[in-house]
């Protein structure tokens, strides 16, 4: 994939195909489970734009996370049509005027994609977040090597925290728990998102943790808990904790944290790991003040992550629902004839 601010479309991937393309990097992580973007497509170029309906007001009033999640479903989609050997040109914020329009896409034909870019589209339909305790990582060194390398272009720094760390971050997600447990409004968006509509969106009670396991995970958002389950009883979290930062704090640097997260969440499936990230830190800026103390570089920390290894005795959870292709995608005309 390249960046060019020139578009010069010569050609473009029809209709069937750009649905199939959305439809697979529909798969994106949001936060919540919001799938908070729609997209339009001309026949020439195809636009992102963020939904704004589906802000997290209390947790994300900014629009911080809102702006990630598109920017991960933004990298999806670029994977997905490389992988179908289409290169895309992006143009992101390509319209001041227009700040709810968050990217353009152009095409060009790509006989050969990087193997890396095919093994990473391949992982789209196994990726989960995955909220139980994890084993420590094998091979992590070397896909901290290449996540970095995906993670650069955007300007994302990957922080790895060593083993001291580990306390401090669970005692700021115990505060960050203590102070949201009384935010009416904070607590009623949560519940409304783990609760309702369970087919398209939100997410589903078996992606969350019991009680008892929870326990096993200090590092971790606090969700409203599911009937009592037990799996994996017997192990401690020892998963890697990964921090991603960005240079700046603005519109674009959120779409670029989306990107690279959507890179390394993807290169860690491909390696085999199971992965988790987490903003409920970020999203503090007391708690984010204690996530800054812990990183090597000077960046603004986004995204927490959770790296580790699943035990293969589980089978894995099943995947969470997405909205159909035809609620997030907008055809417009001349395309939109062809539909008749
Ligand atoms: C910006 C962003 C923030 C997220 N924050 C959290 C979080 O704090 N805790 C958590 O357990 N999951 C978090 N997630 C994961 C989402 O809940 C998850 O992607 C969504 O429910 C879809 O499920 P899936 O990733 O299994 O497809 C976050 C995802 C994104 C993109």
Not at 69 to 76: I, V
Not at 88 to 106: I, N, S
Not at 301 to 308: E, F, H, I, N, S
Request: net charge neutral.
């Amino acid at each position: 994939m390249m960046d060019s601010t020139a578009h010069v479309a010569i050609s473009a991937p029809d209709l069937p195909t750009v649905r199939l393309a959305l439809q697979r990097a529909g798969r994106a992580p949001s936060i919540h489970n919001t799938q908070p973007w729609r997209w339009e497509f001309d026949g020439t170029s195809l636009c992102l734009y963020r939904d704004n309906d589906r802000l997290l007001t209390a947790a994300d009033p900014t629009g911080r996370q809102l702006v990630i999640s598109c920017g991960a479903m933004l990298h999806h989609v670029r994977t997905v049509l490389a992988a179908g050997r289409w290169r895309t040109d992006l143009e992101r914020v390509p319209d001041p005027g227009r700040p709810d329009l968050l990217a353009r896409l152009t095409f060009r034909r790509w006989a050969d994609p990087p193997e890396g870019i095919m093994a990473r589209a391949a992982a789209i339909e196994a990726r989960r977040t995955d909220r139980l305790p994890l084993a420590a990582p094998p091979g992590f060194e070397e896909v901290v090597r290449s996540a970095r390398m995906l993670a650069s272009p955007h300007e994302i720094e990957l922080d790895v925290l060593d083993d001291r760390a580990r306390p401090l971050l669970a005692e700021a997600s115990r505060e960050a728990g203590a102070k949201r447990r009384y935010d009416v409004d904070y607590q009623a968006e949560l519940h409304w998102w783990t609760g309702h509509s369970p087919d398209r969106e939100g997410i589903p009670r078996t992606a969350l943790p019991s009680g008892a396991e929870a326990v096993h995970v200090p590092v971790a958002r606090t969700f409203p808990t599911p009937p009592h389950s037990q799996r994996r009883g017997d192990i401690d979290d020892h998963a890697k904790l990964v921090v991603l930062s960005s240079a700046g704090n603005s519109l674009t640097d959120w779409l670029h944290v989306g990107e690279a997260l959507s890179a390394v969440l993807l290169e860690c499936t491909r390696a085999g790991l199971a992965t988790c990230a987490l903003t409920h830190i970020t999203e503090l800026a007391g708690a984010r003040r204690s996530l800054e103390g812990l990183t090597v570089c000077d960046g603004v920390p986004q995204v927490l992550l959770r790296v580790g290894a699943a035990p293969a005795d589980l089978t894995s959870a099943p995947p969470t629902p997405r909205r159909p292709v035809g609620e997030i995608l907008t055809v417009l005309p001349p395309m939109a004839r062809d539909m008749d």
